[in-house]
């Protein structure tokens, strides 16, 4: 199966500035997605970016983008110009083609202060 | 504004009582997902589905959950009999397999006394 390891349980950062969230991933699939989800105290789970393996070129969505390394299995997120609404629960997760078998890493807890 | 949508939001119950969860997906969507997350084990997936037919289910515990689509619109997920261990929030998410990307409920959170 595969797994997801996010090494960061907790991180902080000023507003404004910006933050870098890690994820690696473990798998034998050669064709796959990867996401990151928000999770504020409302507990809504919102998708804020996804990246599909076979593309090479990095997804961005706004302030937030990622930094894919396949060969490494490693799938970061930067947030950039950070504001309050960003703390919330961070996410990773993979998905097998064919959307298949979503797991998720055991997410980071952001705040931003001001 | 397309969404999914999940009953109860809270529900709190005594140990031995049935619990069930229901889940609409959005329409359109062939996937189903049913989470559970806790602060000890984090999101964990119990089943999914595609097309409605279970595709696994090996992250439930088989005595006591079982999740079910009986239409296309329905998707449920039954514990009997609950237990204190089962205290969590439940997420469905609904997707298309296609585009790999899934979309969540705002989740029910249970409370097993």
């Known amino acids: 199966a595969q797994t997801v390891t996010q090494s960061q349980p907790e991180m902080s950062v000023q507003e404004a500035e910006t933050v870098t969230l890690s994820c690696t991933y473990d798998?034998?699939?050669?064709?796959?997605?990867l996401f990151w989800y928000k999770q504020p105290p409302s507990r809504q789970m919102i998708l804020v970016i996804r990246q599909e393996a076979y593309k090479q070129q990095n997804a961005t969505e706004n302030r937030f983008s990622v930094n894919f390394q396949k060969a490494a299995k490693s799938f970061s997120l930067k947030i950039s110009d950070s504001q309050l609404g960003d703390t919330a629960m961070y996410f990773c997760a993979f998905m097998k083609h064919g959307g298949d078998d979503m797991r998720f890493g055991a997410g980071t807890r952001l705040t931003v202060k001001p | 504004d397309a969404r999914v949508t999940q009953t109860p939001r809270d529900k709190v119950t005594e140990m031995g009582q049935e619990v069930t969860m229901r889940c609409q997906p959005i329409l359109g969507h062939n996937t189903v997902f049913w989470y559970r997350q806790t602060m000890m084990q984090g999101l964990e997936l119990l089943a999914y589905f595609r097309n409605r037919a279970p595709l696994d289910d090996s992250g439930m515990p088989k005595d006591r959950f079982s999740a079910e689509m009986p239409d296309a619109t329905l998707a449920t997920l039954k514990i009997q009999p609950s237990e204190p261990r089962d205290s969590a929030v439940y997420f469905c998410a609904s997707g298309w397999d296609l585009t790999g990307e899934l979309f969540f409920g705002e989740g029910s959170r249970l409370t097993v006394l």
């Open positions: 798998t034998s699939e050669n064709n796959y997605y």
